[in-house]
Nanobody, 123 residues
Framework: EVQLQASGGGWVQAGGSLTLSCASSGFNFDDYSLGWFRQFPGKEREGVSCISVSDGSTFYEETVKGRFTISSDDAKDTEYLQMNSLKAEDTGVYYC????????????????WGQGTLVTVSS
């Protein structure tokens, strides 16, 4: 059974930083791409950042480029999203995801979803 356990959300002032973590189990970490989606109130979920574990290629949504960094730790089967220079418009529920394919393909083809973790950025 695939399990994705996200953590690290919370409240932060604008300009601050948070690091999200997602511990995974039940699948071969190296065969998948990993990523993060977010959902704003009243909106559909959107891909924020993804990484292909096999080759390290990454995808970043335009508004987070230069501020967010995705990474993975194969030994711990865990992915991370380092979020710096947070803005009020980053507020939302963040979900870790897993899928077959490369990092960009994961934005439209998610196989597994973790539970969400709420990020609140106060302006």
């Amino acid at each position: 059974e695939v399990q994705l356990q996200a953590s690290g959300g919370g409240w932060v002032q604008a300009g601050g930083s948070l690091t999200l973590s997602c511990a995974s189990s039940g699948f071969n970490f190296d065969d998948y791409s990993l990523g993060w989606f977010r959902q704003f109130p009243g909106k559909e979920r959107e891909g924020v950042s993804c990484i292909s574990v096999s080759d390290g290629s990454t995808f970043y949504e335009e508004t987070v480029k230069g501020r967010f960094t995705i990474s993975s730790d194969d030994a711990k089967d865990t992915e991370y999203l380092q979020m710096n220079s947070l803005k009020a418009e980053d507020t939302g529920v963040y979900y870790c995801v897993v899928g077959v394919g490369n990092a960009k393909q994961l934005t439209t083809n998610v196989d597994y979803w973790g539970q969400g973790t709420l990020v609140t950025v106060s302006s």
